[in-house]
């Protein structure tokens, strides 16, 4: 077993998160150490309790690590870990980087420089061209996009990439068998032939939920140098991934929308309180 196989096996593990695995790696030294430790000696780390260490050395009879290697082959993808060189310097810098990327297409040096485009599913003709417009300009000045594959503002923001023949990353909060939205994978497949990745830190057959979306946004926040609101309701996962991009240090950015449009209020408020037009 190598390094990235121990990292894909801890990441399957439910109680096992960066935070973790951090210290599980700070006391055993590699990941391959942390799977081959003992229950005792996992139960001495600080912060590993009884559950924790029980998985971790039982972790063979919780994850069948075989077949998950062959449905990342299958599938046509390959995992990262923060040791690998592609894994983006700025999404190392957060407090719970994750401890896996599964990569369905290539990460290239140039998409270390990023920005997200982001805002609401349910969105507005103006909204739409507007997402479309300036991810196509920040693709254009080479730039690279990063969104989350979503209905509305995501998909829009994808698009216009695309059409500037720039590169765009699509992180989504499932695992790449269960690819969501189900009608976005024509665009998903035509990111990754050349044009950038489809990204998620989830084994493949995890199927999304309210719990996987707010951990995919926090991705998309840490990789970015920015982040573009185009259009947000107030319940909008755009405002959770801004508030993320905060807390990390990010610039936020937001694009005025009409104040009678529902889908607008939050990425007005954005301007309110601050946020660059």
């Not at 000045?141 to 509305?152: C, D, E, H, P, Q």
């Amino acid at each position: 077993m190598n390094s990235t196989e121990a990292c894909i096996a801890l990441n399957m593990l439910p109680t096992i998160g960066p935070v973790r695995l951090r210290k599980l790696v700070q006391v055993f030294e590699t990941p391959e150490r942390v799977l081959a430790a003992k229950r005792m000696e996992l139960r001495e780390v600080e912060g590993i309790g009884n559950e924790v260490a029980d998985q971790v050395s039982g972790w063979e009879d919780i994850v069948d690590l075989q077949a998950e290697l062959r449905r990342i082959k299958d599938f046509g993808a390959h995992v990262i870990t923060q040791d690998s060189p592609v894994y983006p310097r700025s999404l190392r810098e957060i407090h719970a980087p994750p401890i896996v990327l599964y990569v369905w297409g290539e990460i290239q040096e140039r998409d270390q420089h990023a920005i997200a485009v982001i805002g609401s599913r349910k969105t507005t003709h103006y909204g739409n061209e507007s997402a479309k417009k300036l991810a196509y300009q920040i693709a254009y000045a080479g730039l690279t996009v990063i969104s989350g594959l979503a209905r509305g503002i995501d998909t829009a923001a994808h698009q216009g990439a695309l059409a500037a023949k720039g590169r765009t990353l699509a992180v989504i909060g499932s695992g790449l068998s269960k690819l969501y939205p189900p009608e976005n994978r024509a665009l998903a497949e035509k990111i990754s032939n050349g044009n950038g990745a489809i990204l998620s830190e989830f084994s493949m057959e995890i199927e999304p939920d309210r719990q996987t979306f707010p951990m995919r946004n926090r991705i998309i926040s840490g990789w970015s140098h920015g982040i573009l609101v185009v259009e947000a309701g107030l319940n909008s996962g755009a405002l959770i991934t801004a508030s993320q991009a905060i807390e990390q240090g990010r610039s936020v950015y937001a694009v005025p929308g009409q104040i009678n449009v529902p889908t607008a209020i939050g990425s007005n408020r954005l301007i309110q309180q601050g946020a660059k037009l």
